[in-house]
C-alpha cells in the first residue's frame, strides 16, 4: 500500500515516452482528441452486462474482504472534528470489533487539516492517510495555494493526496494547463502517492473522461479518481469502466500500472461487486488488489460489514451492531 | 365483440411499492373448491429482508408522528376499506367458501376493528402509563414506546385475522413485516392496496405472500427485528425453533394463538405486547 519505488521509477521513464505529446498545447490536443470516441451506448451496456453476474459464497466471501480492503474510508464534511477523525481511523483499523479476522481498510481520506490527527491515530497500523488536497472539493485556487495545500497535507504525514483537476480550464480546452497543473502537484508530493480526481460528473461526455484518464496518467498520476462525491452524478458504472479500460491500454503501451478509485455513491455490497467484477474481466486480476483499486466511501463499509456477518453467522445483521460513521 | 379479462397479477407490498418476488417464483392459490382463482408471488428469504430494510426505514418516521396522527391515518384505512367493501366481501367468498352474510359480518368486523384500535392511538399511554409514587423529589413517569420492526405470521382469518394482528402494531408505532396466511393470501394483498392509498407511509406495512415456513426462521433470526408474533403457527414444533431463533437478540415473542375467535372483543394485550415501558425521573421544583 506504500507507494514503491519501481512504480515511481516507471513514472519517471514513461514520462520520456510522451515528451512529443505535451511539447505543445496543441500537440497535446491532437493526441488526446485522436483518442478513439466512446461509443456511449455499447459501453453503458458493457457495464450493465457485467452488473448481472451473480457471485456467491465463497466467491463472495472473497469479494467482500477484498472490498473491505480497498474502502478509502472517508469523511469530508465542513463538520469534521478530531474526535470524528479518531473514531474513523479507529474504526478503519477494526471495522468490526466483533471479529479479529475482519481485514482493515486501506486508508482514511479526511481534508489536510485532520492528516495529523488520523496519523496519529492510525500509528503504524498499516492503514494509509490520504488527504484531498489543491482547494477540494471545486479546485478553484491559484496554484500557490494548492501547491501550498498539498505540500501542508504531505508534512503532516499524508502517505497520498487525492487532488482535484481544473475542470474549466480543462473543459475549455487548455489541456496542458491541467497536464502541468498535475505535474506541479506530484513533484509538491514528494513520496506520497498522487491520485487525480476527475470529478467525472463535470465532464459531460465519456470521450472527456477518456482523455482526462490519458492526461492524468501521462502527467504521473499513480490512481486515477472519478469524482470528489460533492458532484451528483458521482461514480457510475459506465464512467469506471471507460478508465479501467484507459489504465490497461496504458499499460499495454508503457508497462507501468495506474491505479484506478470510483468514489461517492457506492453504497452496498452488491454495488461494490459489480465494481469488482467490472475490474477483473476489464482491466484484469491484476488491479483486483488495494494497491490498484480503491473505493471512495463511507456508508459502504457498514453494508460490507453486515453482509460480512451474514455470511459468518448465517442470520441476517442490522445497522444497530455497527457504528455510525 | 366479448371484452378480454383484466386479469389481476397479486404481487408483494415492500415498502409502500408492489414488487414481485426478486426470486421470480410464484404459487396457485385455489378457492374453496379448490378451483384457480390466481397466482400469489412467492417471496423468497431476500424479499423479507428487503421488507425488514423498508420497515426498518419508515421507524423513524412513524413512530415519530403524534398518536394523534397515528389514529387518523388508521381510520383513514378503515374508511378506504369501506369503500372496497364489495371486492372485499366477493373475495372472501370465493377464497374460504363462505355464504354473502358470513362474508359481510367479517368486512364489518375488520372495519370496526381498525376504528377500535385507531381510538386507541392516544389513550393507550394514559391506560397504560403510570406516574409513579417515588420516596424523594422527583416526578418518576412510565410510558410505553414502540418497539420497533416487528414479524408477524398472520392467521388463517384472511381479512379480520390480518387486521387484527396488524393494526394493534401500527397504531403504537411499530413498523411491520406480516407473512400472510399461506392459504388465503390474495386479501392480504387487496389490504395493502388499501393501505397504500391511505395515507400510511410506505414501509410501516410490508406483506409478504409464500410459505410461512420458508420465510418466518429468516425473520426470526434476523438481528434488526425487534419482535416477533407467533400468531398464525400452527405446527408447535415449528413454532418453538422460531422462538428459539428469536432468542438470539433478545425478541419479544408472542406465542402461537390459531384457534382465536376474532370477532371477539381482542382487549389490550396485542397492543402492549410489542412496547417497552421507558421510566423518566425529573426533579421537582428546580
Known sequence: MTPTSSSTASTASSAGVFDDIVRSESSLRRFLHGLPGVDQVGCEARAAGLATRSIKTTSKAFAIDLAIRMVDLTTLEGQDTHGKVRALASKAMRPDPADPSCPATAAVCVYPDMVATAKQTLGESGVNVAAVATAFPSGRAAMDIKLADTRDAVEAGADEIDMVIDRGAFLSGRYLDVYEEIVQVKEACGDAHLKVIFETGELQTYDNVRRASWLAMMAGGHFIKTSTGKVQPAATLPVTLIMLEAVRDFRDQTGQMVGVKPAGGIKTTKDAIKYLVMVNEIAGPDWLDPDWFRFGASTLLNDLLMQRTKMTTGRYSGPDYFTLD | ?286
Open chain 2, 1 to 286: 365483440m366479448s371484452r378480454i379479462d383484466v386479469r389481476k397479477t397479486y404481487k408483494l407490498y415492500i415498502g409502500g411499492q408492489f414488487p414481485r418476488s426478486e426470486s421470480g417464483r410464484s404459487y396457485v392459490v385455489n378457492d374453496a373448491k379448490g378451483r384457480l382463482i390466481a397466482n400469489a408471488a412467492q417471496a423468497s428469504r431476500k424479499d423479507a429482508r428487503d421488507a425488514v430494510v423498508a420497515a426498518r426505514a419508515a421507524f423513524g418516521g412513524w413512530s415519530g408522528k403524534t398518536a394523534y396522527n397515528r389514529a387518523q391515518v388508521v381510520y383513514r384505512i378503515a374508511e378506504v376499506l369501506e369503500g372496497r367493501r364489495e371486492q372485499l366481501e366477493a373475495e372472501l367468498r370465493a377464497a374460504e367458501g363462505i355464504s354473502a352474510a358470513k362474508a359481510r359480518t367479517y368486512v364489518d368486523a375488520a372495519i370496526d376493528r381498525l376504528v377500535w384500535y385507531a381510538g386507541w392511538a392516544d389513550k393507550i399511554t394514559q391506560v397504560v402509563g403510570n406516574a409513579n409514587p417515588v420516596a424523594g423529589p422527583f416526578f418518576n413517569l412510565s410510558t410505553p414506546e414502540p418497539s420497533g420492526v416487528i414479524a408477524v405470521v398472520a392467521p388463517r382469518g384472511a381479512l379480520l385475522g390480518l387486521v387484527s394482528v396488524v393494526a394493534p402494531l401500527i397504531v403504537t408505532g411499530n413498523t411491520v413485516v406480516v407473512i400472510a396466511s399461506q392459504d388465503n393470501p390474495l386479501t392480504a394483498i387487496t389490504l395493502g392496496e388499501v393501505m397504500a392509498t391511505s395515507d400510511l407511509p410506505g414501509g410501516v406495512v410490508n406483506v409478504l405472500t409464500g410459505s410461512q415456513a420458508e420465510i418466518a426462521p429468516w425473520l426470526a433470526s434476523h438481528m434488526d427485528v425487534n419482535g416477533l408474533d407467533l400468531t398464525g403457527v400452527e405446527d408447535a414444533e415449528v413454532a418453538r425453533e422460531l422462538e428459539v431463533a428469536a432468542a438470539d437478540n433478545l425478541k419479544r415473542v408472542r406465542r402461537p394463538a390459531p384457534d382465536t375467535d376474532w370477532l371477539l372483543e381482542p382487549g389490550l394485550d396485542r397492543m402492549t405486547r410489542f412496547m417497552e415501558t421507558k421510566t423518566v425521573w425529573h426533579p421537582i421544583g428546580v
